[in-house]
């Protein structure tokens, strides 16, 4: 026999728990936690929880908690009831609020848990003991392995206890199986449905209240889905026309951005244009990023032009800086990422004059599809 807590014990309501700290929260439902029991001391019909009733409303009761190895002789006390518990994880006996808790030291498995009170009446007429009062109303909590069985009244004595047994015993039963599967089955429906309607919600504020169609609604996160929110026409027509043609528009939208910053002019960048066109890799300096742009900016015959900073708030951002990113861009092996990340370059290089680019765009898709 183990004696896990022993002494004096504050209880509050009337009310300490046992509880495994491992499981569900614990959320203190004295109808869930009596329902369908014949007795009202010891509530175990919740899983993982020990809701025990004391006569003293506030204050310090005597509390002694024992684990046996098998059944123990009774206590002896006035009143006596016993209910099945299982332990899985940490048990704890916990007071209200939380504020102190002896861990019970429970090794998993089935338990039988016998409570005792003494002296019931005397805490509940007494309703609340301050420091320094003569002690009252007692109790033991015992443990031994046993399988499950229905909970018992052992031994009732005093007025309090009948009251209690009385509430356990008009409670509502316990919901079935069937109930608790409906009820989570509900839950899941709407949690789900909540979830849903917060996407919803959060896809209107991001495209501006009016939801575009497929596939641009089913863009991933990237360059083209940003776009697609300043022209989804523009991007849902690329998609539709296929990656051949996004592809293609990618290297058309890369010269507009080089020729609108006069970029074109320059003999090597041309030479990286052309390779852009025909498909081959990029030549030298291209092929490494560094050198590429160490290039750019040491090279007197590059222009050097500014238009507004992408976040709108200057005027001093190196136009040749905002366009150089599209030749890169537009050579990526993913045709989508080539078009958004090359049109997000070519955007930055126009500045305020972005809805040239688009008009621009348009027409320059057009042409690759006929449809001008």
Do not use: N
């Given at each position: 026999m183990r004696t896990v807590v022993h002494g004096d014990v504050h209880v509050h309501y009337g009310q300490i728990y046992v509880h495994d700290e491992d499981g569900e929260p614990f959320e203190g439902d004295l109808h869930a936690c009596f329902a369908g029991q014949r007795n009202g001391l010891c509530g175990a019909a919740v899983p993982g929880t020990l809701f025990l009733i004391t006569g003293l409303h506030t204050g310090e009761v005597g509390f002694t908690a024992?684990?046996?190895?098998?059944?123990?002789?009774?206590?002896?006390?006035?009143?006596?009831?016993?209910?099945?518990?299982?332990?899985?994880?940490?048990?704890?006996?916990?007071?209200?609020?939380?504020?102190?808790?002896?861990?019970?030291?429970?090794?998993?498995?089935?338990?039988?848990?016998?409570?005792?009170?003494?002296?019931?009446?005397?805490?509940?007429?007494?309703?609340?003991?301050?420091?320094?009062?003569?002690?009252?109303?007692s109790y033991v909590l015992q443990f031994w392995p046993a399988p499950a069985a229905p909970d018992v009244v052992v031994r009732e004595t005093s007025a309090i206890a009948a009251y209690w047994h009385g509430f356990a015993r008009n409670l509502p039963p316990p919901p079935t199986d069937e109930e608790l599967a409906a009820r989570w089955e509900a839950r899941q429906q709407a949690e789900?449905?909540?979830?849903?309607?917060?996407?919803?919600?959060?896809?209107?504020?991001?495209?501006?209240?009016?939801?575009?169609a497929s596939p641009v609604l089913d863009l991933p996160p990237g360059s083209l889905r940003e776009f697609a929110k300043l022209?989804?026409?523009?991007?849902?027509?690329?998609?539709?026309?296929?990656?051949?043609?996004?592809?293609?528009?990618?290297?058309?939208?890369?010269?507009?951005?080089?020729?609108?910053?006069?970029?074109?002019?320059?003999?090597?960048?041309?030479?990286?244009?052309?390779?852009?066109d025909e498909g081959i890799p990029l030549p030298p300096p291209f092929d490494d990023w560094t050198a590429a742009w160490d290039r750019l900016l040491a090279d007197p015959d590059v222009p050097h032009t500014l238009v507004r900073t992408p976040d709108g708030r200057h005027d001093n951002a190196l136009q040749q800086a905002m366009a150089f990113p599209a030749i890169f861009a537009a050579s990526h092996e993913d045709s989508l990422e080539a078009l958004g990340r090359t049109l997000s370059a070519a955007g930055h290089a126009y500045g305020d004059d972005r809805p040239?680019?688009?008009?621009?765009?348009?027409?320059?898709?057009?042409?690759?599809?006929?449809?001008g």
């Open positions: 024992e684990v046996h190895s098998s059944e123990p002789p009774d206590s002896g006390g006035e009143d006596v009831v016993e209910a099945s518990f299982r332990a899985e994880g940490r048990t704890v006996l916990v007071t209200w609020g939380g504020s102190d808790r002896w861990d019970l030291e429970l090794a998993p498995g089935d338990y039988r848990v016998r409570y005792s009170g003494t002296a019931m009446d005397a805490g509940r007429e007494r309703d609340t003991r301050l420091g320094g009062e003569p002690p009252l109303d789900e449905e909540a979830r849903a309607k917060a996407q919803h919600e959060q896809l209107l504020r991001e495209w501006g209240g009016v939801l575009p022209d989804r026409d523009l991007v849902g027509a690329a998609i539709a026309a296929g990656p051949e043609i996004c592809r293609a528009l990618a290297r058309r939208v890369a010269h507009l951005a080089f020729e609108r910053a006069r970029l074109d002019g320059v003999g090597w960048i041309a030479e990286g244009l052309r390779a852009l040239q680019l688009l008009a621009e765009a348009r027409a320059a898709l057009a042409g690759l599809t006929g449809s």
